[in-house]
């Protein structure tokens, strides 16, 4: 298991995170424990969760696997989605925030969370009031650090500095979704986060699925899956059914099941920090974890690098082959 810097911080944190969002719906009480269990022994220290996932269940669950490891864990939850019917019961006012907080700790019986996520957006509340909010529990020790998740690039810039700007706790990650299938980041949040030393910590590696192995190229829902009778893919780009077909081809060349290569390629981008492994069973998360420990080939990689690309976007189309034909115009005098 390799373990990465997160963002600018001095915080370590494993290349996978044991995502807990099945915990208490797909996966019951004892199940949970054997995953944490299992996640420890594999090298994992980082488990990711959220307020709102299955009721709040899965905060229980992950607190009850964790208990008696605690130091040895970095716990990450978020904040957003409604908790309740009231007016005041969601979002990220700093009335919300110090209910949501207060009863997170409670469900984890944690006395502080290490990583606290906006979950969404909220576009009706300020942003510094937020940060002002999130600076105080810092100052309190009730959470470590502070981070975001689904949010465009300008918001995120904006969000950094009034942090800077103010002398408050900054984002120190973002949690964007990212897979072969939806490389949207890569337009403007991946060039944002490496400028302002943002950690990227990324969930649905496998596209719900898709690139999991159980599905052919033109398959968009199985019986007996998260997609039946709907479909999957909705943020995938046009080349998903090309990429899906690369990477089964891949995966039997490098003798790995297609969701480890699929979570590798992620893991191979210099630019990921993290990657969260969300799984139903123990037997799922045994494989995904095994992604980690080793390296793709140089010609692999490429492969899936370049049948996944998403396409070109303006204004960058048309301006990043200008500043390249401005430096090749100049002629600097030279001694021969």
């Known amino acids: 298991m390799e373990y990465r810097q997160l963002g600018r911080s001095g915080?370590?944190?494993?290349?996978?995170?044991?995502?807990?969002?099945?915990?208490?719906?797909?996966?019951?009480?004892?199940?949970?424990?054997?995953?944490v269990d299992l996640a420890f022994d594999a090298g994992v220290n980082f488990f990711d969760t959220a307020n709102s996932y299955t009721d709040s269940v899965s905060e229980v669950f992950t607190g009850k696997a964790l208990k008696g490891r605690r130091n040895e864990a970095v716990v990450a939850t978020k904040f957003y989605n409604p908790m309740g019917k009231g007016p005041n019961d969601s979002g990220m006012s700093r009335y919300f925030i110090m209910n949501a907080i207060e009863d997170s700790l409670k469900r984890l019986d944690m006395d502080h969370v290490d990583i606290y996520y906006i979950h969404h957006v909220d576009q009706?509340?300020?942003?510094?009031?937020?940060?002002?909010?999130?600076?105080?529990?810092?100052?309190?020790?009730?959470?470590?650090?502070?981070?975001?998740?689904?949010y465009e690039a300008w918001r995120?810039?904006?969000?950094?500095?009034?942090?800077?700007a103010n002398g408050l706790a900054r984002f120190v990650c973002y949690q964007p979704q990212?897979?072969?299938?939806c490389r949207d980041i890569e337009h403007d949040l991946v060039p944002a986060c490496q400028y302002k030393g943002v950690g990227i910590v990324t969930w649905g590696?496998?596209?719900?699925?898709?690139?999991?192995?159980?599905?052919?190229?033109?398959?968009?829902?199985?019986d007996g899956t998260r997609s039946e009778g709907g479909q999957i893919g909705n943020h995938f780009a046009p080349t998903a059914d090309d990429t899906l077909k690369a990477l089964l081809d891949v995966a039997k060349e490098v003798d790995k099941s297609p969701a480890q290569t699929a979570i590798r390629w992620i893991l191979e981008q210099s630019h990921i920090t993290s990657v969260i492994l969300g799984a139903r069973t123990?037997?799922?998360?045994?494989?995904?974890?095994?992604?980690?420990?080793?390296?793709?080939?140089?010609?692999?990689?490429?492969?899936?690098?370049?049948?996944?690309?998403?396409?070109?976007?303006?204004?960058e189309r048309m301006e990043n082959p200008r500043d390249a034909a401005r430096l090749s115009a100049i002629d600097m005098p030279t001694l021969d």
């Open 282 to 315: 123990v037997a799922h998360f045994d494989d995904n974890v095994r992604a980690t420990s080793w390296n793709m080939s140089a010609d692999a990689l490429a492969r899936l690098n370049e049948v996944s690309a998403p396409a070109p976007k303006y204004p």
């Open 178 to 181: 990212y897979s072969l299938g």
């Open 205 to 222: 590696p496998l596209g719900g699925g898709f690139f999991s192995g159980k599905y052919k190229p033109g398959e968009r829902s199985l």
């Open 124 to 150: 009706q509340t300020p942003l510094d009031e937020m940060l002002r909010a999130l600076d105080d529990l810092v100052h309190q020790g009730k959470v470590r650090y502070i981070a975001c998740s689904n």
């Open 11 to 35: 915080l370590k944190v494993s290349e996978v995170c044991l995502g807990t969002m099945t915990f208490g719906k797909e996966t019951d009480e004892a199940e949970s424990k054997r995953m």
């Open 156 to 164: 995120l810039m904006e969000a950094l500095w009034i942090s800077d």
